[in-house]
């Protein structure tokens, strides 16, 4: 009895000081000896608090607390509470628990639920981790939930618990996660410092030490007797392994090697960890392609890992490895291993597949690796996986048998599957054998498939991209070079024959027109034919929907989502998207000229209905007539020069390239741009090393074209050899000349031209010398004699000759020998045309003005802008009648304009060019679409090109739904676009106006471009 009240007396003077919140030496250090507990004395009165001192009191006011002491729980206890076995317990308890559990248990949730979902391309090299920080998928919420919650167990609870740097490794796991590698890296970098090894003496860190000859960073984990499978181990040491993996995430790879290489002769680094430096080690050298270095670590990783997942994902990329090292039994051995480790079913799949892929290719077992396939074809559990065993075995027939490879990947496609790595693949494998056949058309459709539905991680994302670009222009080649050699041989047809074929081709184009709408009719009339109802996999196909509505079966809802995607790509979702366009300018694609969509189009052969077609129909598009004749040889012409360079240039098809244009001068000997096909010839061979062609080329390209561009490039072994000093002197020597004829020293330009060519011969800026020289002769030709005239037309002519595929050169130079065919015209017309400037408000400017001439665009001189002069007569004479009276002049009937005013309409801001080169108006596109995005983000307001004549290009924005919008719009770019977003173009080299959709479509069908500007300063400007 008398030990239980001891025991009750020491538990209260225990706990009681607990219950106050006072650590059990305050209480002590404040209790009075043998005295009972007193009550704060009362106050005095001022004598008596002078007699006797105020006892302090015990206890401070919680808001007076609150202000003096504002650090974190876990500061305060490290220095006010002792470090007792009882305060250790309850301390490392609640921060295991309350804290570090479940912000453990919440960060495994969210990286166990990421996972590719069977999204990854077998058919490659595996990423190492089934996911990567740059397209993750994680929840930040999720994981900035990790952070907070392991946060507060360190701030509010005691820092010198086993627990607190747990909690530091998760914040800076989920900072990985997150892909903050940044704050990853320094807490990581953090936990190593803070919570390295302390002496009992002293409290400064060691970092390293040197223990028996040797470096050592880690901490020492006690590792003997039974104990050490319920000992707290050290998170430091996990931290240093999570730092590399952080460090190789930035990059680092050299502080990373040198990381691994302490910690693996560290003699502290525990053996628990060995296994994870193995596997950090691989992941090291697998990013940095050095697979043959991976192998080794990576069975050690495996042989030690405890996560069955990880395993078998890296037995399988082990596998993988040894398949490119060309080691087929061990990598048989690897994928068998992954099998039994009974994976997620997918990689279970793959697996099975490489089996039978590696003995098809290494061991000469085609046919049992096909059989294998049929067999598990006939299996219920591998029934999802259809789709990717008939595409394995396409590929296992290719290239021995393409037919048969082309029927397994047709059957393929046409299994129901949500897998859209696997119908991404499928389409590439259908889409590449036709590629390889040349048979482009049909490469071009199955690429169109393939970026549709690929993902933009896809491995070969950018083969597909450029194949899809590149085949489009091909196949409009070959399908121009099909349809004129079709219709001249139709053409060159006697006129009888041609009737009958004619007739018989129209009479064959109804017949299959009648047989097709006789089977859509039967389709629709019994749905168990349709091939959407069929049992062979359709999307509606009764067998896959098991009695479930379509919107309930994930395999019919993914199939149609997929087929979906497949037709119409990633299409953004719209009401009525396709009517939603009529009747405006289509600019959606910048790069392309602006669509009419209301325009009315020219009927022709391809767009008569099948029903009523007739053998004088199909006689519209023929070329009859010489000039249709000429018109489509060129066509043809045209078309053959530009698939050769389309081959050799996007595809680096050298063998197709060459062919092509062997074939183009055997169909047309004389090509009018022979001399660059020749030289092209004599190049590409040159890089196939076939060495007599390319000298039977280039003898061909100096003996019959030896004037031209391409003789000079051979002749002075081409261009590549100049270093970037010459340049510099050359591009000055050419500035120097082109200087001194824009001053009108043309004699002074016309020797340092000299000069140039004897200096520096033959050099890369040797067309703009020519045709400088050119220019100069015409500048100095002041007379109109006939001779003199046609020295100017022979230098102008010789430098387009010489120069055929120098487009800038050659167009500057047709220019100017247009001007000189029009030599007299000119004169007359400016002699009585004054050209006067106005800004927008209609004042008149001093400016010149560049201006169209009269054979370039033929339109009506306007009456108010000709000054015509008006001879003085004698009245005597008239009198006398010798001369008769002048009549007064007629004031034009002012011409009545198609253009309207109108309110109810949408409206186009335009920007018209004169004379301003490509390069200009593609660097103007760019830069108002920046504009746009940054100052109009809400508005969307879209910029297109469009060319309403040859000479007339435009840029246009669109759209504006009434006339005040658009009218503002029109003075913020007015003022904007010299100063800041187009300044390398002139304010004489274009203008602005505002134009309504209806009156946009009348200019368009008149192209009266100047007609409209008038009627714009007359009812806008002058406003």
């Known amino acids: 009895m008398n030990c239980i009240k001891l025991l009750h007396k020491y538990l209260v003077f225990i706990l009681f000081p607990f219950c106050l919140g006072l650590p059990p030496a305050v209480w002590a250090q404040n209790k009075p000896q043998n005295q009972p507990l007193q009550p704060p004395p009362q106050d005095q009165t001022p004598n008596n608090r002078q007699q006797k001192p105020v006892a302090k009191p015990l206890f401070k006011p ?60 077998y058919r490659i090299l595996l990423p190492f981790y089934p996911l990567s920080l740059q397209n993750q998928g994680f929840s930040k919420g999720e994981l900035d939930s990790v952070i907070d919650k392991a946060s507060m167990g360190i701030q509010l609870h005691d820092p010198r618990g086993k627990w607190i740097d747990d909690c530091f490794l998760l914040m800076g796991q989920a900072y990985f996660y997150e892909g903050d590698l940044e704050n990853a890296n320094k807490t990581f970098q953090y936990i190593n410092i803070a919570f390295a ?12 030490s040197n223990e028996k000859d040797q470096i050592s960073i880690a901490t020492k984990e006690k590792s003997k007797g039974i104990l050490k499978y319920f000992r707290h181990t050290k998170a430091r040491n996990d931290a240093f392994l999570w730092r590399a993996k952080t460090l190789l995430e930035q990059k680092e790879y050299d502080e990373v090697q040198a990381l691994l290489n302490i910690l693996n002769n560290d003699p502290n ?58 080691h087929a039994d061990s990598a048989l051995e690897q994928f068998r291993t992954v099998i039994s480790l009974k994976p997620d079913p997918m990689m279970d799949f793959q697996a099975r597949l490489q089996i039978a892929i590696t ?51 047709q059957q393929s496609l046409k299994v129901p599957s949500n897998n859209l790595i696997q119908r991404t693949l499928t389409y590439k494998g259908i889409a590449d054998i036709y590629y390889d056949q040349r048979k482009y058309l049909d490469a071009k459709k199955y690429y169109d498939s393939t970026a549709g539905v690929m993902t933009a991680d896809f491995a070969d994302a ?97 199939s149609g989502y997929s087929e979906f995607k497949r037709r119409w790509g990633n299409r953004q979702p719209g009401d009525n998207w396709r009517r939603s366009q009529n009747g405006v300018v289509n600019a959606t694609n910048s790069n392309a000229p602006i669509e009419m969509l209301d325009a009315p189009k020219e009927a022709t052969a391809e767009t008569i209905a099948p029903d009523s077609v007739t053998a004088e129909k199909l006689a519209v598009g023929l070329p009859l007539t010489p000039e249709k004749m000429t018109s489509s040889i060129n066509k043809a012409m045209d078309a053959w020069f530009d698939l050769g360079k389309l081959y050799h240039d ?53 003996n019959q074209y030896g004037n031209t561009n391409f003789a000079d490039i051979i002749r002075s072994g081409g261009l590549k050899d100049i270093n970037g000093e010459k340049k510099k002197e050359i591009s000055a020597a050419y500035d120097s000349a082109y200087t001194a004829f824009r001053n009108g020293d043309y004699a002074g330009a016309l020797a340092q031209k000299k000069m140039a060519d004897s200096t520096f011969g033959f050099n890369f800026l040797r067309p703009r010398f020519d045709l400088l020289e050119a220019m100069i002769i015409v500048k100095t030709d002041t007379l109109f004699a006939t001779d003199t005239m046609q020295l100017s037309r022979k230098a102008v002519q010789a430098v387009i000759t010489k120069y055929a595929a120098d487009e ?56 108010d802008k000709i000054n015509v002069a008006k001879a003085h007569v004698d009245s005597a004479k008239i009198a006398a009648g010798i001369v008769a009276p002048t009549p007064a002049p007629i004031v034009p009937v002012k011409p009545v304009t198609p253009y309207k005013l109108t309110t ?118 002058t406003q």
Do not use: C
Not at 197 to 208: M, R
Not at 508 to 536: C, H, R, V, Y
Not at 816 to 828: F, I, Q
């Open 650 to 702: 996007k595809l680096d098809n050298y063998p197709l390239a060459i062919e092509t244009y062997d074939s183009l001068l055997i169909v047309y000997p004389a090509h009018p741009r022979k001399a660059e096909v020749l030289y092209s010839l004599y190049i590409w061979h040159g890089k196939q090393n076939h060495t007599a062609a390319a000298n039977r080329y280039k003898d061909m390209v100096l």
């Open 462 to 558: 950018k083969i597909v991209h450029t194949r899809k670009e590149v085949l489009t222009s091909v196949a409009a080649k070959l399908e121009i070079i099909r349809r004129e050699d079709s219709l001249q041989r139709i053409a060159a047809m006697p006129a009888s024959d041609r009737n009958i074929f004619l007739s018989k081709m129209a009479a064959t184009i109804k017949n299959e027109a009648a047989e097709k709408k006789k089977k859509d009719a039967l389709a629709a009339a019994n749905p168990i034919g349709n091939p959407a109802f069929s049992m062979n996999g359709g999307a509606y196909s009764p067998k896959d929907e098991k009695g479930d509505w379509y919107f309930y079966n994930p395999g019919s809802k993914s």
């Open 269 to 326: 680094f525990p053996h628990r960890l060995d296994g994870g430096l193995a596997e950090v080690r691989a992941y090291g050298n697998y990013i940095q392609g050095r697979y043959a270095e991976t192998i080794e670590p990576l069975k050690v990783a495996i042989d030690k890992s405890h996560n069955r997942v990880a395993k078998a994902r890296m037995a399988y990329i082990l596998g993988q490895l040894y398949v490119q090292q060309q």
């Open 359 to 409: 003995n098809a290719q290494a061991n000469g077992g085609l046919e049992k690796s096909l059989v294998g396939l049929h067999h598990m074809l006939k299996k219920e559990r591998f029934l999802r996986f259809r789709d990717g065993i008939l595409y394995t075995m396409g590929t296992l027939q290719y290239p021995k048998d393409p037919e048969a490879a082309l029927n397994y990947m």
């Open 808 to 863: 800038a050169i050659r167009t500057q130079a047709q220019a100017l020998l247009d001007a000189l065919n029009h030599r007299g015209e000119l004169t007359d017309y400016l002699a009585k045309l004054e050209v006067r400037k106005r800004d927008a408000k209609g004042v008149l400017l001093d400016e010149d003005v560049s201006m169209r001439y009269p054979w370039q665009n033929p339109q009506p001189v306007l009456a």
């Open 197 to 208: 090894p302390k002496k009992k003496s002293e409290y400064k860190t060691v970092v390293g």
């Open 62 to 121: 919680k808001e007076q607390q609150r202000v003096q002491d504002r650090r974190p729980p876990s500061e305060v206890m490290l220095e006010k509470k002792k470090w007792t076995w009882k305060r250790k317990f309850f301390q490392n308890l609640a921060t295991r628990y309350n804290y570090y559990f479940h912000a453990n248990v919440k960060l495994a949730r969210v990286v166990k639920t990421v996972s590719r979902d069977g999204q990854d391309n």
């Open 904 to 1021: 109810n309409n949408p409206f186009f801001v335009v920007l018209s060019f004169q004379r301003v080169s490509k390069e200009l108006m593609d660097e103007g596109l760019n830069q108002f679409t920046r504009y746009n995005a940054a100052k109009h983000a809400n508005d969307k307001i879209e910029v297109g090109s469009f060319v309403l004549t040859p000479n007339d290009v435009m840029l246009i924005f669109r759209l504006f739904p009434n006339e005040d919008k658009a009218l503002a719009y029109f003075d913020e770019i007015r003022d904007e676009a010299s100063a800041n977003i187009i300044p390398r173009i002139r304010p004489t080299e274009y203008s602005f106006f505002v134009i309504s959709r209806d009156n946009f479509i009348l200019l368009n069908s008149t192209k009266d471009l100047s007609g409209y500007r008038k009627f714009f300063v007359d009812n806008y400007v």
